[in-house]
């Protein structure tokens, strides 16, 4: 089973009840304030040639869809290579394998020949990275925030939760935001985490995701959306936060870690780097892009006032907007009583709905799942088409690298495709904590030519060797269907899994899901 680790779940408190209770006596009611920073923006534009070069041909909004492995990587490294100026990278989750230290590696590098970097990442996952990135944060061209930051910086999960239970309310919201600004020239959107499972290097395991790689004028709107964050009085600079004492070691630690023989891009020359961007961009799609991005907090994140449905609201639009069809991709579905009501709605104006989301077997958080289980009914009696992905899918060599044969394939894509004239990508899940707990962000672009693409780049997710058709059978009973069968129960990939997946369906949880 894939690491549950992704999306931020705090169903797994309930395991360490005992502890909480003695850490809320211990701990009392210590709490992190806000900091109050001095304003920094991203630079303008740069004029460095190689831009230039490329403006030559094209200064209107471009995009291109980063659907499969290893070019998803290989044009996130190519764009940190061709930094001049400025690098603003913001995500949720970075994990220091393979691909995060190739990341990271670059990262470095640019920053060593003069470009400032910063970085903008949510706290979740950072447990025990502390002293790693106040090495960083040394360096003279790096600089890192944490969003949202736990005030105890435990260096175990469960632990720093625990030492941090007092203020609950306000660590329950996460910044699941992805977005890579290069030179405010051209930028990288969707729902890829920095960690190998996100592009296909996992041993084990890997996800089946989609972001977009875009230039243009839409680009200085990404740069002033980081900037809302960055500048936001809960992104707290790494220094702020810990005590640990660093030294080089930890930088060479991760410069010594990288895998030589990752089958990945490699640095190439300033003239080939050029003609790969005048390849990329000269096959690139054209249209009018908006961009859709929940406003950060100004005050404590718990508050009401506070809630992050601006992406959520955008998207119920979109299910109003539509004439035709809406094809959701969703990792992780947990309808809310207000989505549901709209997909039955547009099914009622004539609009097919289809959906893909993960199985039992291919979604690696089984509670996400136990809700998602919830909705099958109503969303079937509602007219939408349900779908399932198999994680053993056939088409999963798409997504990961060699050898697949004992790999797992699950979703992590977040996509709307409406009609046929535009797409969103993003990184919002259709679920209570994509839309109203975590911030959001992702691109709405009308342009048929990419709408053209996607359905294109997804047309085998829905085919019946790559997932389950869910359909009710002569008794109204749900059945799972494929090309290699017919099943009257969940295709789970184990007896237990099952009875995990029923227990949490009955637990009361959903809205923090």
Known sequence: MMRQRDLYKPYWLVKVAVLLVLVIVLVGCAVLTSVDLPTARTPPPSQALVWDALDADHQDDWFVLLNEVPEALAWRLRAIDTATESIDLQTFLWTFDRTGS????????????????????????????????????????????????????????????????????????????????????????????????????????NFRDMELIVGGPIVRQLAQTFDDYWNDDWSVPIDRLSHIKTSPADLARIRQGIDPDTPVYAPE??????????????????????????????????????????????????????????????????PTERLESIVGQAVERGVRVRILTNS???????????????????????????????????????????????????????????????????????????????????????????????????????????AWRLEFDEGGEVVWVSDDGRLAVQPATSFMQRIEDWFFSHLPIEAEL
């Not at 919830?374 to 992905?389: D, P, R, T, Y």
């Not at 409406?418 to 109203?436: E, K, T, Y």
């Open 269 to 334: 020359s300033e003239s080939r780097r050029l003609q790969h961007w005048r390849e990329l961009i000269a096959g690139s799609r054209r249209g009018r892009a908006t961009l859709l991005a929940d406003q950060p907090p100004r005050d404590n994140p718990a508050l009401p006032q506070e809630a992050p449905t601006q992406v959520a609201d955008a998207i119920v639009n979109m299910f109003d907007d539509a004439r035709d069809e809406v094809v959701i991709v969703s990792a992780y579905l947990i």
């Open 102 to 205: 190739l990341v990271l590696d670059r990262l470095i590098a640019a920053a060593d020949r003069g470009v400032r970097v910063k970085l903008l990442i949510d706290d979740t996952f950072l447990a025990g990275e502390d002293s790693l990135f106040l090495e960083l944060h040394h360096h003279p061209n790096i600089q890192h925030r944490v969003f949202n930051p736990f005030k105890r910086r435990a260096s175990e999960g469960v632990t720093r939760w625990a030492l941090n239970l007092a203020e609950f309310d306000r660590l329950d919201h996460r910044m699941h935001n992805k977005a890579m600004v290069i030179d405010n020239r051209v930028a990288i959107v969707g729902g890829r985490n920095l960690a190998d499972e996100y592009f296909g290097l996992h041993g084990a395991a």
């Open 360 to 466: 039992i077997s291919s979604n690696n958080h089984v509670i996400a799942h136990s809700a998602y289980r919830n909705h099958i009914n109503s969303l079937l009696s509602n007219g939408a088409e349900l779908h399932e992905v198999k994680s053993d899918a056939e088409s999963r060599h798409l997504y990961m690298l060699s050898p697949i044969e004992t790999k797992a394939l699950g979703l992590h894509a977040k996509a709307l495709i409406i009609d046929d004239d535009s797409v969103f990508i993003g990184s919002a899940n259709l679920d209570p904590r994509s839309l109203r707990i975590n911030t959001e962000m992702g691109l709405l672009v009308d342009s048929p030519a990419l709408n053209a693409d996607m359905r294109e780049a997804i047309r085998p997710d829905f085919d019946m060797a790559n």
